[in-house]
């Protein structure tokens, strides 16, 4: 897999740290040049010098700093994203908005900006990292399942347009991963629960999977990778669980 995207661009969204670090590692490894861009200037400098690729400093939330980031390249992974978690009645609207903003808004300003480029070419690859939660609901969650949910409609449609001219457009849709975002909810639910952080992992966080461990950000930049690759011509508009088996039950 070390060449197989040789001479490819791609723009990995929340490229600092997480799934979005891991992506840029892969993609990097398989031939292709990064552009990282994430709201973290710093970190996003450190993931571009270590995969030999360029940083972009950017908050999604604003159009403005979407506009100034690359609009020709072969792959786009639209990675960034956040939680916040609150029961509905006190769920803060500007916190929702924001999400959506964050998770949904500035995807679908992302393919549209780089889908002309990409029809140019007759190539495109687009890999939304959704969740498991772009297709299950959990309490307490409600603006990141809406935006998850969002998120796989929209790509569906990007690969329905995208197919005559050569682009493919996917989900992929982990579980939880070992990420900073997962493991600050792993503190909490212990404190929550009175239990180890082991026990939140197998008993709270992976109680609907059969395989009761963490996926790690290198499985998910695998999957990534794979979707990028000439093998994957014809996987479009699909949605690739990797949930350790949750969607399943």
Not at 35 to 49: L, N, Q, S, T
Not at 205 to 219: C, G, N, S, V
Request: proline fraction near 5%; aromatic fraction near 4%.
């Amino acid at each position: 897999m070390t060449s197989e995207l040789s001479g490819r661009t791609a723009l990995v969204t929340g490229g600092a740290s997480g799934i979005g670090l891991a992506c840029v590692r892969a993609l990097a490894a398989a031939g292709a040049k990064v552009h990282v861009a994430d709201i973290d200037a710093a970190g996003a400098e450190r993931a571009a010098a270590e995969s030999g690729g360029w940083a972009h400093a950017a908050d999604l939330t604003d159009p403005a700093a979407i506009e100034a980031l690359p609009a020709d390249v072969d792959i786009l992974v639209n990675n960034a994203g956040i939680q916040y978690v609150a029961a509905l009645p006190d769920f803060p609207p500007e916190r929702f908005r924001m999400i959506q903003d964050l998770m949904v808004t500035a995807p679908f300003l992302l393919i549209r900006r780089v889908l002309p480029a990409m029809y140019t070419a007759g190539w495109g690859r687009i890999v939304n990292i959704s969740s498991v939660h772009g297709v299950r609901a959990s309490p307490y969650k409600a603006a990141y399942v809406a935006a998850k949910h969002a998120l796989e409609g929209l790509s569906k449609v990007s690969a329905l347009e995208g197919a005559e001219h050569g682009v493919t457009s996917n989900c992929v849709s982990p579980g939880y991963v070992r990420t900073p975002l997962v493991d600050g909810q792993l503190d909490a639910q212990a404190a929550e629960h009175g239990i180890s952080r082991d026990d939140v992992v197998g008993q709270v966080l992976m109680r609907h999977a059969a395989i009761k461990r963490l996926i790690e950000p290198a499985d998910v930049a695998s999957l990534v990778v794979w979707l990028c690759g000439p093998h994957a011509d014809h996987v479009t508009g699909a949605s690739l669980p990797l949930d350790g088996g949750w969607t399943a039950a």
